[in-house]
């Protein structure tokens, strides 16, 4: 997940495995030019590994490359770091998530494909809201239980789930309570099939607000730098789009 030097030598090496659940273990020697193992401990890569030790802080005592996949798309990188954010803020260190790990490769996978980040991060985001406690609701009214509707308008309460707004309820219980998200959007995030920009935003909007709740800095760090990264990708096009051409 990632790596920080430790010493000269060594380096600090947070993991997430499907067995044991995420921790640190110090990689002794992985800086070595000649003898090091620091290109096999990258971010995002599927290893095969051992340590030792029962302290808080492991030691890493061997390592290899169990799948090798491509480098990812320099545009995936900001989500594949809030993707491992959202492992650091919601998760204790040592706690197995079994079928979290699983979502989590399958994202990867599915990112070195060249699938699309939106639509991958809105699942994943489900799946970890899921493996932490949060019961996501998204296929039937908490209130009636009868199934949400495609062409009708809901209220989403962060504790309860949908419930869907009859003509003459006040719409400002949107910015007081509750979120206001389409009934196609709900049923498209029950299926993992969003279909639509319009989906999209209102599943990212959704799901961010939720997220954003449960945590106790209401902050996400990969989100500010990937906004100052669309940014200044910007304002790089615009100032070429100026230059006189001949």
Request: positive net charge.
């Amino acid at each position: 997940m990632h790596t920080r030097p430790w010493s000269e030598t060594s380096l600090l090496v947070d993991v997430f495995t499907r067995e044991y659940g995420r921790f640190r273990v110090l990689a002794k020697g992985a800086r070595r030019q000649k003898t090091g193992n620091r290109a096999q401990l990258q971010a995002f890569q599927f290893l095969r590994i051992s340590w030792s030790g029962k302290r808080s802080l492991h030691t890493l005592t061997g390592v290899e490359t169990s799948v090798v996949r491509p480098k990812y798309a320099p545009e995936v990188l900001a989500s594949l770091y809030y993707m491992n954010e959202l492992l650091f803020k919601f998760l204790h260190a040592n706690d197995a998530h079994e079928r979290l790990f699983d979502a989590y490769d399958d994202s990867l996978q599915c990112l070195a494909k060249g699938q699309s980040p939106d639509d991958i991060l809105r699942y994943y985001e489900c799946a970890l809201l899921r493996e932490v406690g949060y019961g996501l609701i998204f296929d039937h009214d908490v209130n009636t239980g009868e199934a949400v509707d495609d062409e009708a308008q809901y209220f989403y309460y962060p504790e309860k789930g949908p419930v869907r707004i009859a003509t003459g309820d006040n719409k400002d219980e949107t910015s007081r309570h509750a979120l206001q998200v389409s009934g196609r959007c709900l049923n498209q995030l029950a299926k993992q099939a969003l279909q639509d920009n319009e989906t999209r935003r209102q599943g990212k909007r959704l799901l961010r607000n939720l997220l954003t709740r449960q945590v106790r800095s209401g902050e996400f760090r990969s989100r500010r730098v990937f906004s100052e990264l669309l940014r200044y990708t910007k304002a790089q096009q615009d100032n070429a789009s100026l230059k006189p051409t001949h």
